[in-house]
């Protein structure tokens, strides 16, 4: 098995001496630099005016611009939304990092990418929580924390991989675990869990059942619970006890239906485009499409996203989450739902 690293594996000295800047506050950015603060580290935070300046400020924690945070710290954690790291990067970031810095990050893809070329004298390195920033704080502050992945990319220092350690562990990573990575293998296992599980996956699963019940001729209120509602409870059952906890918890008969039926929806068909998927990942096709996109002001994302919030699964989901209250109130981050 992997060796899987624990807080009390990490020393931290490494990091005691040296000041961080966490660049962004957003997800990531506000547990990052809140965690590791209340870990003890020293932490500047690096924004443009504006909102999430403003809640750093509300939070107690020390404010300034990117190229200011970036000039005063030893270690710079980029937690800009991947697609405007590198023109902020080259603006703010670049012309302030110092020989022997360390420049980090919690995603792979600008540097797997190419899209961010960083100078040889600096550590580059990678922490990525392997969990929505806000749980990332939330379980930190009830004691616990969210598994992380650790990767070097350019050991400078000497002392890159004992940086990575220490900061994974003042995210509060030690307490769930760490385990090593490489920069390409966080990317790219990243970008096909999302698409092809977690995100993609999933709701284009619900889509077709949800569709296929109504279709019949089924209530569309019925579907969505049957579809969508209960896959949080499956879900949970699933991230404490695996397949075979949620099986155990569910009847003979939901069960059986699992094993004869699953495989007929999910099969060596879908596995084939699965590949596909991590094909075009793996070759830079799928990066290179959405770097485009970007340059070209997401045409395709915005109608994409303007048409699926038309689906009838979200106008009667809407509906029915307005009358359990309860609901609602935990899903208070886009990023908190759908990003990972
Ligand atoms: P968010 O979109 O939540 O936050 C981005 C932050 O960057 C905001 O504070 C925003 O501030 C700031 N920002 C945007 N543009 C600029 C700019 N030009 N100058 C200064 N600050 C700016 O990002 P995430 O936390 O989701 O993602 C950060 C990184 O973490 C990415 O690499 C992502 O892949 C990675 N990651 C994210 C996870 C998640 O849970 N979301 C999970 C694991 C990794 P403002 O309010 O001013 O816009
Ligand atoms: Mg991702
Ligand atoms: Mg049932």
């Given at each position: 098995m992997t060796k899987v690293l624990y807080h009390?594996?990490?020393?931290e000295e490494v990091l005691q001496s040296k000041k961080i800047a966490v660049i962004g506050y957003g997800s990531q950015g506000h547990a990052h630099a809140l965690n590791l603060k209340e870990s003890g580290f020293d932490v500047v935070v690096g924004l443009r005016p504006g909102k999430s300046w403003d809640k750093a400020v509300e939070d107690g924690v020390q404010v300034v611009s990117v190229a200011d945070a970036t000039a005063q710290a030893d270690v710079v954690m980029v937690l800009l939304p991947d697609e405007l790291q590198p023109k902020v990067y080259e603006e703010s970031i670049k012309p302030n990092l110092q020989p022997g810095n360390a420049l980090a990050f919690a995603h792979g893809f600008n540097i797997h990418f190419n899209q961010i070329v960083p100078p040889d004298n600096v550590d580059v390195f990678l922490v990525a929580p392997k969990g929505p920033g806000h749980l990332v704080r939330r379980t930190f502050e009830e004691g616990a924390g969210v598994p992380a992945l650790y990767g070097i990319y350019q050991d400078c220092s000497g002392e890159a991989k004992q940086l990575a350690l220490a900061y994974a562990k003042g995210v509060g990573a030690g307490r769930a675990g760490i385990l090593e990575t490489s920069f390409q293998e966080e990317t790219e296992t990243d970008l096909f869990g999302e698409q092809a599980v977690l995100c993609g996956g999933l709701t284009s699963l619900v889509k077709a059942g949800f569709e296929t019940l109504t279709e019949a001729g089924y209530q569309p209120e019925v579907a969505y619970f049957e579809c969508l509602h209960e896959l949080k409870l499956i879900v949970d059952l699933m991230y404490e006890g695996g397949l075979e906890g949620m099986r155990y918890s569910i009847s003979d008969t939901a069960q059986w239906g699992d094993f004869v039926s699953g495989p007929r929806v999910v099969n060596e068909e879908t596995k084939a485009r699965m590949k596909e998927v991590l094909t075009d990942i793996q070759t830079g096709v799928f990066a290179k499409g959405w770097i485009l996109e970007n340059q070209a002001n997401r045409p395709q994302f915005n109608a994409v996203n303007q048409k699926e919030s038309t689906h009838p699964i979200e106008k009667v989901g809407r509906e029915l989450r307005e009358l359990m209250p309860f609901v609602k109130?935990?899903?208070?981050s886009k990023k908190e739902v759908v990003s990972n």
């Open positions: 009390n594996d990490v020393q109130k935990q899903v208070n």
